[in-house]
């Protein structure tokens, strides 16, 4: 064990010869002098028969070094070292460094920030309605309230308060806003942009004892065109030459959804025979449980109407400037033609393509036609008729509109198409659709007659 030596001033330390002296005043502590310089101090301690040692190199004066050494010995006494003090500082350090570069990282990571990543990663994957709906839901209600804040720290609370203002008054853009919450915290998730574990825009946890239940308005009815119209309608809507407006027309010759019309492809006909055969992806309805009838019977007109339409691609309707990218007309395609021809008539009747029974809930104000409105207007139409025999025929109806499902139980043994009752049936509604008017004054038909 070193000696305690009396401590050493500063001129006795420069009165030293070279070599190595102990200074005094801390147990073990040296002082290294060379061409008569004084080149630096060290502290040695031995325990367990080991030597240990600290160099202090540098401009310390000698109280500074003292003090140092001092300090350092208490260390070494107390079972550590230095050393270990000095590492564990450099990994607090390091560690302090690391937070604060996280918690800047993630002060940028803000739920507007997640919210824009998520819609843009998926806007190629739903519809142009869905991809305004969504901003709407983000900029208008959800943005204002918590759009600035680090995705980790959007709280239930705080969730509440975006949507309590919504959530009673205006039911459907707060299930938006929820819907798009929710994914938003799932996709931050999913792609570790937050230390989140589980999505607090969940109604089954917190947020729905902050929240009341969600009010559900009682559903409308598609706006349709009543079928004692239908004639006038089509007249305006065959003087519309487009890919659209051709898509319209053959969907209500056939009593067809939207998406059924928008994503025929050519090789789903067969019009030697007459029929149509679409597949599940191309519909609403997707069954797992049971089959579905996807087969259409076509009347006489809407095959000479596919007849006569040019061949592009592989879809049926597109837009020439898409057909080489065989990109589908949109989902909203149908609307603006309907659209265009409301203010069209509007500005004549002031009434415009209206159905007076179906109100709009907030301004009281009759609704325009829609596109999916004219199965129900075929629907109609056919209730209304004078059949040989009724009951085959709202039969067939159905199955045109291919709500037929062969289940386990009602479906199980009904293995009849009633292919010919819905030949009659659609070909009476082509037949009625266009009683008067001539198609060769119309596009596609004026190509051929010219």
């Not at 804040?149 to 707060?174: E, G, H, M």
Request: proline share 5%; charged share 30%.
């Amino acid at each position: 064990m070193p000696r305690i030596k009396k401590p050493l001033t500063v001129k006795e330390l420069n009165a030293l010869p070279d070599g190595r002296h102990a200074v005094g005043g801390v147990k073990g502590l040296t002082v290294e002098k060379r061409a008569g310089k004084i080149t630096g101090y060290r502290l040695r301690y031995f325990k367990g028969g080991a030597e240990r040692a600290t160099t202090y190199v540098g401009t310390y004066t000698l109280g500074e070094v003292r003090k140092k050494a001092a300090d350092d010995l208490a260390l070494y006494e107390s079972g550590t070292s230095p050393q270990e003090v000095r590492a564990a500082e450099r990994q607090e350090q390091a560690e302090k460094k690391r937070e604060a570069e996280k918690q800047a990282k993630n002060a940028r990571i803000t739920f507007l920030y997640c919210a824009n990543e998520f819609i843009s990663e998926y806007t190629q994957t739903v519809s142009r309605s869905t991809n305004k709906a969504r901003h709407v839901a983000l900029n208008k209600h959800l943005a204002p309230a918590i759009g600035a804040k680090p995705i980790d720290a959007v709280t239930v609370q705080d969730l509440a308060a975006a949507l309590s203002p919504i959530w009673v008054s205006k039911p459907n853009a707060a299930q938006k806003a929820y819907t798009l919450a929710h994914q938003v915290f799932d996709y931050a998730i999913a792609k570790e942009l937050t230390e989140l574990r589980s999505n607090p825009a969940d109604l089954r946890g917190p947020l729905g004892v902050l929240l009341k239940p969600l009010p559900q308005p009682p559903k409308q009815h598609y706006p349709a065109l009543h079928f004692d119209f239908i004639r006038a309608f089509i007249k305006d809507l065959l003087k519309t030459p487009s890919a659209s407006a051709h898509a319209l027309f053959f969907a209500i010759l056939t009593g067809s959804r939207n998406s059924e019309a928008r994503l025929a492809e050519w090789k789903e006909f067969d019009l030697e025979r007459g029929i149509w055969k679409i597949p599940e992806s191309h519909q609403k309805t997707k069954d797992k449980n049971f089959e579905r009838n996807r087969t259409k019977i076509l009347s006489t007109q809407a095959i000479d109407f596919l007849k006569h339409l040019p061949k592009v691609g592989p879809l049926v309707f597109v837009k020439r400037q898409d057909a080489a990218a065989n990109r589908p007309l949109s989902d909203m395609a149908m609307t603006e033609v309907i659209k265009a021809l409301h203010e069209k008539k509007k500005e004549r009747d002031g009434r415009g393509w209206i159905d007076p029974d179906s109100l709009n809930r907030q301004t009281g104000e009759k609704r325009r036609i829609t596109a999916h409105g004219f199965r129900a207007t075929f629907r109609s139409w056919v209730e209304s008729g004078e059949w040989e025999n009724y009951t085959k025929a709202q039969e067939a109806a159905e199955a045109v509109l291919l709500h037929e499902k062969r289940d386990n139980l009602g479906g199980a043994y009904r293995r009849y198409d009633h292919a010919a009752e819905q030949r009659r049936v659609i070909q009476a509604w082509a037949d009625n659709c266009l009683e008067g008017i001539d198609l060769s004054d119309y596009s596609p038909w004026r190509r051929e007659a010219r």
